[in-house]
């Protein structure tokens, strides 16, 4: 079985929002599918980083995944309208 970045961040959101788990049982959720021999996941690498930083910031998933993947595409720098973002590491505020 194959999941893409896209599928993991509507899981994150669903998990998030319909069944208001806390992050840490989100996070650990995203671990496990990772870390799964039955599941392939698109670019795990940056999904764990991305996890990470989930974890312990104030932002969601998504935004952290973006930042991932385009550090991974070779960006310096991931602008975002998301003042949760402001002062993260990778990324400058617009606005």
């Given at each position: 079985?194959?999941?893409?970045?896209?599928?993991?961040?509507?899981?994150?959101?669903?998990?998030?929002?319909?069944?208001?788990?806390?992050?840490?049982?989100?996070?650990?959720?995203?671990?496990?599918?990772?870390?799964s021999?039955?599941?392939?996941?698109?670019?795990p690498?940056?999904?764990?980083?991305?996890?990470?930083?989930?974890?312990?910031?104030?932002?969601?998933?998504?935004?952290?995944?973006?930042?991932?993947?385009?550090?991974?595409?070779?960006?310096?720098?991931?602008?975002t309208?998301?003042?949760?973002?402001?002062?993260?590491?990778?990324?400058?505020?617009?606005?």
């Open positions: 079985m194959f999941v893409t970045c896209i599928a993991l961040c509507e899981l994150v959101w669903a998990l998030s929002r319909i069944h208001r788990l806390p992050r840490d049982q989100v996070s650990e959720s995203l671990q496990r599918i990772v870390e021999r039955l599941i392939l996941v698109e670019q690498s940056a999904v764990l980083r991305a996890l990470r930083s989930f974890e312990s910031g104030p932002a969601d998933f998504a935004d952290y995944l973006i930042g991932e993947i385009s550090l991974a595409a070779g960006c310096d720098d991931v602008v309208f998301d003042r949760k973002l402001g002062g993260a590491e990778g990324f400058t505020l617009l606005g």
